[in-house]
């Protein structure tokens, strides 16, 4: 057992025992805690070793021994990743346009990135971007070597192949070049990991001369840079969880001043992409709970306000606008209806029309633009895929939405013809149906005899999309029926959906993955052999759920959980405080406090007495779930129930490793392997 302090948080009248607050600090007491549980962690599970190893050489053999990505095009050049046999990353390759990607027929092929070897023995890599100057000279790279999310940006002269002086030591996602490659602008987080100011790097000159061009004060927005498609406009946005701005900068005068393309209004985002020699496009919310599109000038010598803005696409109520790509002669439109995601390829003289949609092929897939770097093209790749369908790269004709295939990832053994994947639509306890994506060997019958694992995430209006997975066929080869609850808080449904599961309709998201897993209950899976997962904010879920209807489930994974809700929404000095209070609520306020207190993981453990058995992850470096929280909950729910206590599980990184778990194709399916071997043991499927 932790040991325990005498600590308390009083707040609005209410008394709030936290024992576990020394954890709040990273101690040598609190690492060698941390050692502990893992130590306890691999003892604990020893006897899933052979399961864990027998699912790692299945998971792993799905993977092709070598892979190609789809190529993308520039004017010189074409680019695409290669991951050489037995390497975790995949090679930044490039050739000469028009030449076939096969280095072994084509001598023009050249690694221009060997990401391999970035991780310099660390044992973990994150690259942040990879982008190439226009001038394709020169490639801007970033990466994390410990997956705290602070990247060290370098740039490389791909003519020479060496990599430059100039070294940023703290940036954060996204960067822009100028038209004439001269400049590059880059964004830098704070202490709180907010991304907060954008900087501009003239490049062969020292870093210290770089200049900031934007700096965002409020501490609930976060600052994006990147480059229109067009080449011809440098686009910042700031942007909280409801409310934003954008800036335009000219490309060819990197140097002129940033300019508001239509202020900042409260509850108004809006989004940009610049059609070259027109309009920017602007994807907004005003006036449209689901968006609708705007054309505004590209600002030049002032700011302006969103009366320059003219409606070009309509608002539609069943399609969730969610961003533009702007090409010559149309637009790319991507959309969610129906809880899937399309696209939808329009001329840009007529923008409110039908033009093309183009719908995934799989049975609950989802299809999406892919890395489409040139303007001036007929054609777009995009990429389509599945659950249980590997990816398949297309090349889609703007005008006509005709397509032929360009690329399939192998999955050497994998037959998708042995899987089914269907939809069902459960009652909340509300009435609200919610949609469940079902995955499961075709020879898994959905009769109420099969078990299943249930995963959810439900925030932030995100979702995670039905990405191919070479560890899923192993639980479904097992019998095990696979649900996706779309539940409210994600985006599956349009802003609605996500706008009923946040603040104090948080609750909504709980009641829906319970609904769910009741729903599929007795009809359709055995109710007594149901485990359900999700990470971060989907921990958050899997703890509320945990405590509020732990009769419900065999097993529980809660990745990362972000479990001490009120504690940490407090504390405006760690990771998405602020600028997370649009999501969650900020309890300075009564009101959001009583909400957010009635479902906090951590502040209402179940009772002692059937609880179901939990494993919990979480790692040392992890900036946005402090690992401080999966500990202290862990503590908590050991002492209030010390019989159960054997049956909690903490898999906590103690060294490199990041919030989504560990880096690389194969350390990715080696955690993989460990979590499903977990879950199928407490499923009671042991082989």
Sequence with gaps: MAAREPFEHREHGVVRPDPYHWMSTTTPALLDH???ERTFYDSACAHLHSLVSALRSEMVSRLPEADLSAPWGRTRFSYY????TGRDYADLIREISGSATDSKQNPSSEVILD?????????YLELGVTLVSPSEDLLAYSFDRTGDEVYELRFRDLRTGTDL???VPRSYYGGAWSADSTWFFYTVHDEAYRPHEVWRHRVGTPVADDVLVLE?????????????????VVLLLSESRDTGESWAVDAHAPESPARSVGGRRPGVVYRAEHVRGGPLLLVTNDAAVEFRLMAAPVPVDADQDATAWVEARPERPDERLERVDAFAGHAVLSLRSDAAHLLRLVPLDDLAGEGVVVRSRFPGGAVRLARNTSYDVPMVTVVDQAHVEPPVWSDVELATGAHADVLRQAAPGHDPARYLTSRLDLPSDDGTLVPVTVVRHRDTPLDGTAPALVYGYGAYEYTFEPDWDAGLPSLLDRGVVYAHAHVRGGGE????????GRLERKQHTFSDFAAVAD?????????????SRGLSAGGLLQGAVFSQRPDRWRAVVAEVPFVDVVTTMFDASIPLTVNEW??????RRKEDFDWMLAYSPYDHPPAAGGRPDLLVTGAVHDPRVMVREPAKWVARLRETDPEWSPRCLFRVETGAGAHGGPSGRFGHLAYEAEIYAWVLDGLGVSS
């Design 519 to 531: 729903g599929l209950a007795g009809d359709h899976v055995d109710g007594d052999r149901i485990a």
């Design 493 to 500: 449904g349009g802003r609605r959906w996500w706008l009923d």
């Design 115 to 123: 990401v391999e070897s970035l991780a310099d023995g660390s044992g």
């Design 582 to 587: 649009d999501e969650w609520g900020d309890p």
């Design 81 to 84: 990743t290669r991951t050489r």
């Design 216 to 232: 965002e004060p409020d501490d609930r927005f976060e600052l994006h840079v990147r480059a229109s498609r067009s080449g011809d």
């Design 34 to 36: 941390l050692r502990a």
């Design 165 to 167: 002086d100039d070294v």
